[in-house]
């Protein structure tokens, strides 16, 4: 009777680790910020709305297989939504832009493209508008962001980090400036 009983456990305790997860791992499009700024500034460029495409707004990181698929990563998410953490990451590279005027954007995400060891893209078109003057000018760009990539999901979101520092200082650059043109891509 012993050795039916060991059989068992042994059967159970196989059993139970194939059965292990991964644990999840958060990741944020925050970067670390190395420098000290003020975090108690108002930015004078507010965010109206942020729309990314519904094949990525979810909280699992996305990322593109060969030509034309897609993988949901179910043990690689983001920390908060991905419309979230565009919101946060933007309004933390924008908080001591300081134009000369109070301007609001709003963002349309077209792509949102994570490659494992190749690159992380983010193609968007964005509205820019003057706040609380009676010039309402308005101007609508849309910029083309590509970062290489290692092959790592870390490197990927780094990747990502860095396209969302281009496109502020693209909306810094056009808040900016006295005349009312989209700048040219960085």
Known sequence: MAFPLKITLVTALLLLTACR????????????QLGSHSKS????IQIEAISVPPQVDRPQIVIRQGNS??????TQWWAATLVDELSSALKDQLVNSNPQRKMSVRLDVQRFDSIPGQYGLIDVK????????SDNSLITCRSTLQT???????????????????????????????????????
Not at 41 to 44: E, F, G, M, P, R
Not at 126 to 133: A, M, P, Q, S
Not at 148 to 177: E, F, K, M, Y
């Open 21 to 32: 997860s991964d644990p999840i791992q958060f990741h944020t499009l925050i970067p670390t």
């Open 41 to 44: 500034a108002v930015a004078d």
């Open 69 to 74: 698929g897609l993988a949901i990563l179910e």
């Open 126 to 133: 964005w509205r820019l508008r003057n706040l609380g003057e």
């Open 148 to 186: 290489p990539s290692g092959p790592a999901i870390d490197d990927l979101v780094a990747a990502q980090q860095n396209n969302v520092r281009r496109l502020a200082a693209l909306i810094t650059q056009a808040a900016g400036a006295a005349q009312r043109v989209c700048p040219a891509t960085q």
